[in-house]
């Protein structure tokens, strides 16, 4: 078995790189459902129709939405970020993995409460910024990084 990750766009080079495959059930595609069903509805022309180049196998798993905020951010609570974001727009930074991010709409309550949202190519990316302190917060949806990690904070 050979793994080849190909992060970024939104799955979309992974998906293409399988659409155009040859059909004969050597090559997979293990990809959470935004590159299936969210990107048709965001992007007006994809290199693969979901419904069409692909066949549904299996479930292999769910993950959670996590959050995940630098220790620097005075907080304790998503409410008590929510108010830090909207209190602090120009500071107040976020990773964003997807074109689309959760986080950016959830926390950006409208207009006046603008922060600044830098996109990372995928989820252990947008950890990594803020692991290194290079941005506040993110939301990912596929945690890739370990247990200690997680409790070193």
Do not use: C
């Not at 727009?89 to 964003?96: F, G, L, Y």
């Not at 709409?105 to 922060?115: L, N």
């Amino acid at each position: 078995m050979v793994i080849d990750n190909k992060p970024g766009a939104n799955s979309i080079i992974a998906a293409e790189l399988v659409a155009k495959s040859a059909p004969d059930g050597y090559t997979l595609l293990v990809n959470a459902t935004g590159g299936m069903s969210v990107n048709p509805v965001l992007y007006a022309k994809l290199p693969y129709d979901s419904l069409r180049d692909f066949v549904p196998i299996s479930m292999v798993g769910s993950f959670p939405l996590v959050l995940v905020v630098h220790p620097s951010v005075p907080v304790n609570s998503v409410q008590e970020l929510v108010a830090y974001a909207k209190s602090n727009p120009a500071s107040s930074t976020t990773a964003r993995a997807r074109p689309v991010s959760r986080s950016r709409r959830d926390v950006q309550a409208d207009d006046r409460h603008r922060h600044q949202a830098h996109p990372y190519k995928g989820s252990a990316a947008s950890i990594t910024a803020v692991v290194a302190g290079d941005v506040q917060m993110t939301i990912v949806d596929s945690p890739p990084w370990g247990r200690s990690s997680r409790r070193a904070g």
